[in-house]
């Protein structure tokens, strides 16, 4: 029980990587507050994590907006007494070069992959600093380290969450806080499964394909990434800070 006690609050929570983090943390102990975008997929998700004897708290909301990350963080200090561990997960993906990047595409980007991480960090850490010790896991994407092409949004993004993760990581290691980042590759997640839906492309075919160009030979699937996430956030990385760590089974994003 790695998170016994231990205050969990998680974005993305019914994604893809999400619910695989969410129910990791539950399993170890932890009391977890897990968000996401719809409140009708929050709560059936509560319930059935609650019919496998999983309990957990959530609050639907937009990331978007600034009132709801303030009140997300607000909300788990309320009902938990306090935050030990924020895993900024939640992620969107808009498809584009600079030419087809609307201003939607562009604002949209940042502020759900990198405006929201900043939100929650700010109403996160005060509460962290009191308690003299805490985690962040934000989460990058190799993408953001070794830009890949035609995504000139999600990659400036990401790109931006990693310098945030190391600039914060930094700025509270002084107040036993640790903050890192997680930069999958490709993960089987409806992220990537509805990129190829949308062009027509059967996505269990696709992923096999993809894992064929991946040295250790498969995409990764989400507890891959949940177990560096869970990792991280551990007392196993206790001098990890300030830093990212790609998990991509040695793929490269180019070269
Ligand atoms: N899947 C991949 O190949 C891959 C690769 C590298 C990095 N990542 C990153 O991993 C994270 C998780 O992605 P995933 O693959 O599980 O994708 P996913 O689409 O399955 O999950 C993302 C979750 O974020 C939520 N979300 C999006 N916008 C939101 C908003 N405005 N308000 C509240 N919630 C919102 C979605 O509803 C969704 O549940 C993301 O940050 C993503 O960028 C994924």
Not at 98 to 122: G, K, P, Q, Y
Not at 128 to 155: K, L
Not at 199 to 209: F, L, Q, S, V
Request: glycine residues 10%; aromatic residues 8%; proline residues 4%.
């Amino acid at each position: 029980m790695r998170f016994d006690t231990k205050r969990v609050v998680i974005t993305g929570g019914t994604g893809g990587i999400g619910q695989t983090v969410v129910e990791l943390f539950a399993r170890e102990g932890a009391q977890v507050m897990f968000s996401d975008h719809s409140e009708e997929d929050c709560s059936e998700y509560c319930d059935n994590l609650r019919a496998r004897d999983m309990q957990t708290r959530y609050l639907a909301g937009d990331l978007r907006q600034k009132k709801f990350c303030e009140a997300l963080i607000a909300e788990a200090v309320t009902q938990f007494g306090g935050i030990d561990i924020l895993i900024n997960n939640a992620g969107i993906i808009p498809r584009g070069t600079i030419i087809e990047t609307t201003d939607d595409m562009w604002f949209s980007a940042l502020d759900v992959n990198l405006t929201a991480v900043f939100f929650l960090c700010r109403a996160a850490i005060p509460h962290m600093q009191q308690a003299g010790a805490g985690a962040i896991v934000n989460t990058s994407s190799t993408w953001g380290i070794y830009p890949g092409p035609g995504h000139v949004a999600y990659c400036t993004s990401k790109a931006a969450v990693a310098a945030l993760t190391k600039n914060l990581g930094r700025d509270h290691a002084g107040d036993g806080i640790r903050i890192n980042a997680v930069c999958p590759n490709e993960v089987n997640t409806p992220m990537l499964r509805s990129g190829f839906q949308r062009r027509g492309i059967d996505p269990d075919n696709a992923i096999a394909e993809l894992g064929k160009t991946v040295p250790l030979g498969h995409v990764a699937e989400p507890e891959e990434i949940a177990d560096v996430i869970a990792f991280l956030a551990s007392e196993e990385a206790r001098y990890v800070c300030g830093t990212t760590i790609e998990v991509s089974g040695a793929k490269p994003v180019y070269g």
